[in-house]
């Protein structure tokens, strides 16, 4: 209860996801209720319920998607429609039509042509020999209200504020780099403190192979960015927010990079700290130059979100990133003087600064 009730107070007080899911339902409503006012209640069509069914399904989440699945779901309609008709009529029982269809229109729905919308064949032949006696006149009439139940949800979705996703898009970004930013600060606070819990590093780990969730989220929604934008009469105004175009890329890119390398440090810090470890862990004072190192990845991680999606501070990402240059050169040298002759501890600490290396590399050639 109480998160619906945040959902409307978040829709009520201004743009939000909240606010656009509410606009798409109060769109799919109204694109019934036109569909149904012009084909029941004033044309009376035989079969008006197909109008209205049609045109709610169509306003679709972008308007290109609306006008794709359209044109699909028609197809398959029409496909199982006339298959249904054809056979209905050369059959005069209605359970021996179902068996001979139901499996030709079945496999018809799985054609890749038809995407999603393969199963509209099915459900158009059910609709023709469920619904009493088959008949051409009705069947012709049945695809025809499909077509303008079509035709208005997709008036109505391309007309009727048409959906962008630019919004989300940021938000979405900016959520996944705020979480490798906080998930790099634990660690290295971790480290700096030496603590070396294996359930404490199991859950950071835990939580940078989540991460990877939202990357891939993050991709979703560019590319639902750039659909939204596609055939979209508000995408031809100048937008309030910027279009998805190469920053939203090279975003993704460094994002990547700091999913998988984040995902190394916790597994070498994980495996460093497992109970049944006879190796040592890496001596205190290498642990805590390479916590400075974390810090400041996660400093530039957070600088390059805001250089990208909010803030101009291009000239702090500049200084974070020779830092992190300065505090790499440091952990290499640090690791050259230490005089440590266990072979494992050396081999902790040599991936710990492969991992620092690749991240450092992609942060600098972005920032750049």
Not at 21 to 29: D, F, I, N, R, T
Not at 31 to 36: G, K, L, Q, S
Not at 48 to 67: D, G, K
């Amino acid at each position: 209860m109480a998160g619906a009730v945040g959902a409307v107070r978040r829709a009520w007080a201004g743009p939000c996801r909240e606010r656009d899911l509410s606009v798409q339902a109060a769109k799919a409503a109204l694109a019934a209720w036109v569909a149904w006012a012009v084909a029941g209640w004033w044309l009376r069509a035989p079969v008006a319920f197909v109008a209205p069914w049609v045109a709610v399904v169509l306003v679709e989440s972008t308007v290109y998607r609306s006008i794709a699945h359209g044109l699909q779901q028609l197809a398959a309609i029409a496909a199982g429609t006339v298959a249904a008709t054809a056979v209905g009529l050369l059959m005069h029982s209605t359970v021996a039509a179902m068996a001979v269809v139901l499996p030709l229109v079945m496999l018809l729905g799985q054609w890749r042509r038809l995407g999603s919308q393969g199963i509209y064949a099915a459900t158009g032949a059910l609709f023709v020999l469920t619904n009493g006696s088959v008949a051409v006149t009705t069947s012709a009439a049945r695809l025809g209200e499909a077509l303008f139940g079509a035709v208005v949800g997709i008036a109505v979705n391309a007309l009727v504020r048409p959906p962008l996703y630019l919004r989300d898009t940021r938000a979405v970004l900016r959520d996944a780099t705020e979480e490798a930013h906080d998930i790099l600060r634990d660690v290295a606070d971790g480290l700096a403190a030496s603590r070396w819990d294996a359930e404490e590093a199991d859950a950071w780990h835990q939580r940078a192979l989540r991460l990877h969730g939202l990357v891939e989220e993050a991709r979703s929604a560019v590319e639902w960015s750039r659909e939204s934008l596609r055939v979209n009469l508000r995408g031809h105004r100048k937008p309030a927010l910027p279009l998805p175009e190469k920053g939203y890329d090279d975003a993704l890119v460094v994002l990547d990079y700091a999913a998988v390398h984040t995902a190394g440090v916790t597994r070498t810090v994980l495996e460093a700290a497992a109970e049944d470890r006879s190796a040592p862990r890496p001596h205190p004072g290498l642990a805590k130059r390479y916590a400075e190192f974390l810090c400041e990845t996660a400093r530039a991680l957070r600088l390059y979100s805001h250089s990208r999606f909010g803030d101009a501070c291009e000239d702090e990402l500049s200084e974070a990133v020779s830092r992190l240059r300065d505090i790499l050169g440091e952990l290499r040298r640090d690791l050259v003087r230490s005089t440590t002759d266990d072979p494992d501890e050396v081999a902790t600490y040599g991936a710990l600064l492969a991992q620092a290396h690749r991240l450092a590399d992609q942060l600098a050639a972005s920032a750049g």
